[in-house]
Nanobody, 124 residues
């Protein structure tokens, strides 16, 4: 079972940027599609972005398209989420997730391993 550890969250003003990182254990990282999800207080966990195992295919939620970029470095077993032009509505706990398939997915149920989450707070 892959283990995931997120980092990079924090407090930022609206319009600012943050980069989240997620370090994964395991020897077959390139076989796992990876995803980022977020959960705001009182709301369900929602899809943000996903990337295929090879890194050649990505997909984004409409709410973050053009502002967020997901990438991965398979040599470092790490996936990133670059977040630009942040808005107060981006405030949430952000979770990294790994899928036991190389093809990306957008549903919570597509992923079997989750990190502990990192808080992102965007002030207005």
């Amino acid at each position: 079972q892959v283990q995931l550890v997120e980092s990079g969250g924090g407090l930022v003003q609206a319009g600012g940027s943050l980069r989240l990182s997620c370090a994964a254990s395991g020897r077959t990282f390139s076989s796992n599609a990876m995803g980022w999800f977020r959960q705001a207080p009182g709301k369900e966990r929602e899809f943000v972005a996903t990337i295929s195992g090879s890194g050649t295919s990505t997909y984004y939620a409409d709410s973050v398209k053009g502002r967020f970029t997901i990438s991965r470095d398979n040599a470092k077993n790490t996936v990133y989420l670059q977040m630009n032009s942040l808005k107060p509505e981006d405030t949430a706990v952000y979770y990294c997730a790994a899928r036991s398939a190389a093809v990306w997915g957008t549903a919570v149920g597509d992923y079997g391993a989750w990190g502990q989450g990192t808080q992102v707070t965007v002030s207005s």
